[in-house]
């Protein structure tokens, strides 16, 4: 068994889109401009702004923060929006997910254009990606994607099991893993018997927002087991992070593993940076 290291990873390709970045600028182009949206006060979602801020920066790129205030009404929303859609020197636009109740994720998401779309989440995106022809693909999904052919080379033929059926995740995860010519499995809520499934799985992706969820019971011996969750417990007094896979239990039985934080929170942002590069390059200016 081994630990995926993600950081490790997600330095890599960092520097590497780093090195794109600063041959982009030698021609004269702008250096890509990535900007994040936060509405809100979200402690965590703060902290991921944060750290996209960060990396966007030491890959060389401008990074433009836009904060609004938790009561921000729908159409203010919409107008940061539509500025940064016409604004040359921002590449990318993603807005930091959930957003408060009262305002519509679906619609804002559908006012991106879709050639900014870092995140890979307008429905010109979603069929692209359905349909073979994505450039922007969800960071989540693609960093754990790297991940996958990183460790197992060629996944065709792979029976791939997928727990949970998010938008951000677990779909666009599933059609991913079939353009690599994998077998596909979603389980997910309704499923009757999820963990006899996800023991026939080569690869098991966990997506589901339940903290340790999946024990050995769940496991085939000699898996490649992603753990997307990251979920905030209280164990012995104290608060601690915990991925949807209960790892003390599962990563003896595995082939590799990654762990909570360490595994695929970095890669997520390193896609991103990825995808900011990608639509930057596709555009003139
Ligand atoms: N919240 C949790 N994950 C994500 C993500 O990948 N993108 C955005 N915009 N919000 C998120």
Not at 7 to 15: F, G, P, W
Not at 192 to 203: C, E, F, G, V, Y
Not at 242 to 263: L, Q, S, W
Request: charged share 20%.
């Amino acid at each position: 068994m081994h630990v995926i290291d993600g950081k490790k990873l997600a330095d890599d390709i960092i520097a590497e889109v780093a090195l794109d970045v600063k041959q982009l600028v030698e021609l004269g182009k702008a250096a890509p401009g990535l900007a994040v949206v936060l509405v809100g006060e979200d402690p965590a979602s703060a902290i991921y702004v944060r750290n996209k801020i960060k990396r966007a920066q030491q890959a060389g790129m401008k990074s433009i923060e836009k904060r609004l205030p938790v009561d921000c009404s729908q159409s203010e929303l919409e107008a940061v929006v539509e500025e940064l859609n016409q604004r040359h020197d921002v590449h990318g636009i993603l807005v930091q997910l959930p957003l408060p109740k009262h305002l519509s994720e679906e619609r804002i998401i559908r006012l991106i254009a879709p050639h900014k779309d870092v995140d890979g989440f307008h429905p010109e995106n979603v069929g692209l990606l359905a349909t073979g022809q994505a450039s922007l693909i969800p960071c989540t999904p693609l960093g754990c994607l790297e991940m996958l052919k990183r460790e197992l080379g060629d996944l065709s033929g792979k029976h791939a099991v997928i727990v949970g059926r998010s938008n951000i995740v677990g779909k666009p995860m599933a059609n991913l893993l079939l353009q690599a010519n994998c077998t596909i499995t979603v389980v997910h809520s309704r499923t009757s018997n999820a963990s006899s499934l996800a023991r026939q799985a080569d690869i098991l992706v966990a997506a589901v927002g339940v903290p340790e969820l999946i024990d050995e019971t769940w496991v085939k011996p000699g898996a490649v087991v992603i753990d997307v969750g990251i979920n905030a417990i209280e164990r012995d007094s104290k608060r601690k992070l915990v991925g949807d896979v209960n790892y003390e239990k599962v990563a003896p039985y595995t082939r590799a593993i990654t762990p909570v934080p360490g595994g695929v929170g970095p890669m997520t942002i390193a896609c991103l940076m990825k995808n900011t590069l990608v639509a930057a390059q596709h555009t003139a200016h």
